[in-house]
Structure formats: structure tokens, C-alpha cells
């Protein structure tokens, strides 16, 4: 029986895998869950999201707030941001109203020319989002 927890292990004498890690059945090390996933079965399947990507935070720091859903769905962004490969999903830019993987605009709002540049059309007002 275990008196104290090897490294990411936690609750001796059982020593599971701490939040954030899962054991891999191979090597029985606890690994990395993926940054998008605060808790997690595997390296592929998400339990929790993340919701804030800068824990903890330092004095005066703002939360930054990750943006993801779904984790059933391996927690992607949610509608109208993409995903930069990093914890925190970035915000569609207005007047573009979806990105490719990239971020490169693939579609206009509804009142706005063509992509990528989606200009406003003549007469029309920009709709406030």
C-alpha cells in the first residue's frame, strides 16, 4: 500500500491520476490531458472542458475564458469562434461571420460583400453583433 503519490498522482494509497491527467494503460504514467480539456478518459476523449485558460490568475489579471463546448465532441470552439490551436478560442471578427481552420474568412455576414474582405454593401448599415 502506498503511503505517499508518485508524480501527478494524487489520494494516496490508491493514487489516482490527478485533474487534468489520465493514466496511460500502457505505461501506467499519468499524461497530459489535451489543453482544451480539464478532465479527460484518454488523450482523445474530453470529460470537462476547460472554461478559463489562465488558472490561477494573477493579481488584477482578468479571466480569459476558453470558449469551448461540447466535450463529448472533443470540446471544440463554440458558433462564431475558431480555434488557434491553443486553450483560448478567438472571436469571429465582424463583418466576417465564419473562418476556415486558419482563420481566414469563408463567409460574410448577411449585409456584407464578398470574402475575405466583406465590405459593407452601398445604402446598407453594418448590423451591430
Known sequence: MCITCGEHRIKAPYCECAPGFYEDPYTYFCVKCRPECLTCADGDSCIECVSICNEPLLEGEEPKYSNRHNPELGCPCKPKFWDEGICQCTAVE????EVDLDGNCIECVDHAGPVPECP???HRFPAYH
Open 94 to 97: 465582424f463583418p466576417c461571420k
Open 120 to 122: 459593407c454593401f452601398e
